[in-house]
């Protein structure tokens, strides 16, 4: 498939997919799979998930949902930490050789059980701001119906003025509603930043103490 010497001729070689991935770090030999060919796709893979991620908050922005484009993300992130393993293996097997084999297969499976919770944790998170953005939504659409039917019933002379103090009310709530939505929009960009910064932070931690 030519996965190892993808910069030859200068052709350039996507990522690879889950299935692929998956087959070329658990069906290959060592000899076959260079730490450099997985350092390489490790930056496209990260690249790729770094896409995904502004495409994801350009859909939450526009209201579209994202369900497949999150378990893409999810197929990816799970891939990363598959290299980034690889990469850990190669740098033990240059080092030295592990005697107590047992014990370390022992700490594989504890790494992977908290980096599986971690995931469902920072899913979780990004559910829990999905929802919110949602019901900020409704709100602003809630205000949005009453301002424009505070409009339509404002027809009376005797109660023109007040109904054009309770619009500018209602503009003004809409308003803030908006920023509160711009708002919160960017600080779900912030936390899912600052969420990718502490998994990475944890699976560093994690790989320097097997």
Same mark, same amino acid.
């Given at each position: 498939?030519?996965?190892?010497?993808?910069?030859?001729?200068?052709?350039?070689?996507?990522?690879?997919?889950?299935?692929?991935?998956?087959?070329?770090? +658990?069906?290959?030999?060592?000899?076959?799979?260079?730490? +450099?060919? $997985? =350092?390489?796709?490790?930056?496209?893979?990260?690249?790729?998930?770094?896409?995904?991620?502004?495409?994801?908050?350009?859909?939450?922005?526009?209201?579209?949902?994202?369900?497949?484009?999150?378990?893409?993300?999810?197929?990816?992130?799970?891939?990363?930490?598959?290299?980034?393993?690889?990469?850990?293996?190669?740098?033990?097997?240059?080092?030295?050789?592990?005697?107590?084999?047992?014990?370390?297969?022992?700490?594989? $499976?504890?790494?992977?059980?908290?980096?599986?919770?971690?995931?469902?944790?920072?899913?979780?998170?990004?559910?829990?701001?999905?929802?919110?953005?949602?019901?900020?939504?409704?709100?602003?659409?809630?205000?949005?119906?009453?301002?424009?039917?505070?409009?339509?019933?404002?027809?009376?002379?005797?109660?023109?003025?007040?109904?054009?103090?309770?619009?500018?009310?209602?503009?003004? =709530?809409?308003?803030?509603?908006?920023?509160?939505?711009?708002?919160?929009?960017?600080?779900?960009?912030?936390? =899912?930043?600052?969420?990718?910064?502490?998994?990475? =932070?944890?699976?560093?931690?994690?790989?320097?103490?097997?």
């Amino acid at each position: 498939m030519g996965l190892t010497d993808d910069r030859l001729f200068g052709i350039y070689v996507p990522p690879l997919t889950k299935d692929e991935l998956e087959k070329w770090l +658990d069906g290959s030999e060592k000899d076959e799979v260079s730490a +450099d060919a $997985v =350092r390489r796709e490790l930056r496209k893979q990260e690249f790729w998930l770094g896409l995904l991620h502004e495409k994801i908050s350009s859909c939450h922005e526009k209201g579209v949902q994202t369900a497949h484009l999150d378990e893409l993300a999810w197929q990816i992130q799970n891939g990363i930490t598959g290299l980034k393993r690889k990469i850990k293996m190669f740098s033990d097997l240059t080092t030295s050789s592990i005697a107590s084999a047992p014990i370390t297969s022992v700490d594989h $499976v504890d790494t992977r059980c908290i980096e599986i919770y971690e995931e469902k944790q920072l899913m979780a998170t990004q559910q829990m701001l999905r929802e919110d953005v949602a019901a900020e939504k409704k709100t602003i659409a809630g205000l949005c119906w009453k301002l424009e039917h505070s409009q339509l019933n404002s027809e009376e002379v005797e109660e023109e003025t007040e109904e054009e103090k309770e619009e500018e009310e209602w503009k003004e =709530r809409c308003n803030l509603e908006e920023a509160a939505r711009s708002a919160l929009i960017s600080e779900i960009a912030r936390l =899912r930043s600052e969420c990718a910064n502490l998994r990475a =932070r944890l699976e560093m931690e994690t790989s320097s103490e097997q």
